[in-house]
């Protein structure tokens, strides 16, 4: 720099900040609460048709922060209001329970089921494992090992509140889902039935 050269004018570098919009608030507040439930439904682990709703609306106070957000399927959203719709009615109290599992882990399901196994449906049988922990927890210590990946066929089956409130509670220590609970009941299931009949 030559010395007869003016000195750079060296004031403050102004950075404009725009605030969000409501939209652009929207939009962060949905993609934080698919990445918090890796895009799949909070309640059957399906990846498609995901809605992501407010567990307390804002009509009621509830704010766009991740844990007040819950991704849901279509299925299960559907099968929530059918359930609502039918206690409201007194007609049904009943809760739905939607699970993905693997084709091959279903082949071997429904299998043992028309072997006349003692169960007339994929419900049944979750209905009785789900009561079988609820009574004895101990002897499901190890039912985080038990786990199927597959995401190839939904299963809906519906329970009673009651007991579906009994099972989740037992799975609190345990840190499972219940959907993933249930995956690992199947695969235990079929565990012990293969290993009877060999005997």
């Not at 809906?156 to 007991?163: A, D, I, L, R, Y």
């Not at 099972?167 to 565990?191: I, Q």
Request: hydrophobic share 40%.
């Amino acid at each position: 720099m030559a010395a007869d050269d003016p000195e750079p004018e060296s004031g403050p570098i102004e950075i404009l900040i725009h605030p969000l919009t409501e939209h652009q608030k929207r939009v962060l507040w949905r993609e934080a609460v698919l990445d918090r439930y890796k895009n799949c439904c909070a309640n059957c682990g399906g990846p498609d048709h995901l809605i992501v709703d407010m567990l307390v609306p804002e009509a009621a106070g509830g704010q766009l922060v991740v844990n007040n957000g819950v991704t849901i399927c279509r299925t299960c959203q559907v099968a929530a209001k059918a359930a609502d719709k039918a206690a409201e009615t007194g007609t049904v109290k009943r809760r739905p329970v939607n699970v993905w599992i693997s084709r091959a882990l279903y082949t071997r399901l429904t299998a043992d089921i028309e072997l006349a196994a003692g169960f007339r449906s994929m419900g049944s049988l979750v209905r009785y494992m789900m009561d079988r922990v609820v009574a004895h927890p101990d002897l499901f210590e190890d039912l985080v090992n038990y786990q199927d990946e597959g995401m190839d066929v939904k299963i809906n089956v519906w329970v009673e509140p009651s007991s579906y409130e009994a099972f989740k509670n037992v799975l609190a220590d345990k840190r499972l889902s219940v959907t993933d609970a249930v995956k690992g009941l199947f695969c235990m299931y079929l565990d012990t039935v293969t290993s009877v009949r060999r005997n």
